[in-house]
């Protein structure tokens, strides 16, 4: 192993559950507000922003008088400019920083691949105090994502390797399957949003980890 890949939404921090929110949020919008116990036994509700507002989409009379891809950029809009901003929103996955420090000690080159925009990425890593020991952080937002394998070999060039030396972190199943493809070593932490895929996810990664204090202490092993 030679560098580390690190991503972020899920896997350092807590932000999953605000994009799981985001259809229950624009619903408010329109006067249609629901208990977290009704929210929780709605039958268009998955545990995905995406696949939850097209289930809601496909009902015969959805509220909005916007369209879906209206109310999806509304929802995308709103978290990268009310949610991620807010200083007390995204923070850490509990013992995270213990993952990144490390992860440091190891003395090796690392970065941040994460879908979210680059000055969020940045904002959201000195927030919470862990920008420091990244050499460098990469967005998908607007480039190649996740589901193409090449995008680990070109972010493994960056870190002066080849993929097949690099350890990725991560939480989300296409991620994992894409890292695994173009040879990477890959971690997975536990997420709630992914555990409709979990047991694929232990599957396919070569370590799986309930909690970062089990990926820290994995971490410390091989320093």
Known sequence: MRALIFDMDGT???????WVLMPRVLLFQYGISYTDEEWQRLP???NSFHASLKNYFALPDPAPDRSFEECEAWCIDYMYHRVYPSPDKVLLKP???????????LDLPMCVLSATPTPLIDYTLRNNGIRKPFDFI???????????PELFHKTAERLGTTADQCLV?????????????????????????????????RRTADRYFETHAEMAAALHALA
């Open 95 to 105: 013992d995270a920083d213990e993952t990144v420090r490390a992860a440091a000690a």
């Open 138 to 148: 990469d967005s998908t937002y607007h480039a190649q994502s996740k589901r193409h």
């Open 169 to 201: 972190l991560e939480d989300s199943l296409y991620a994992i399957e894409s890292a695994k493809q173009a040879g990477c070593t890959v971690w997975a932490i536990h997420d709630d949003k992914q555990i409709p895929d979990r047991e694929a996810i």
């Open 44 to 46: 268009w509700r998955v």
């Open 12 to 18: 350092l921090v807590d932000s999953e559950k605000y």
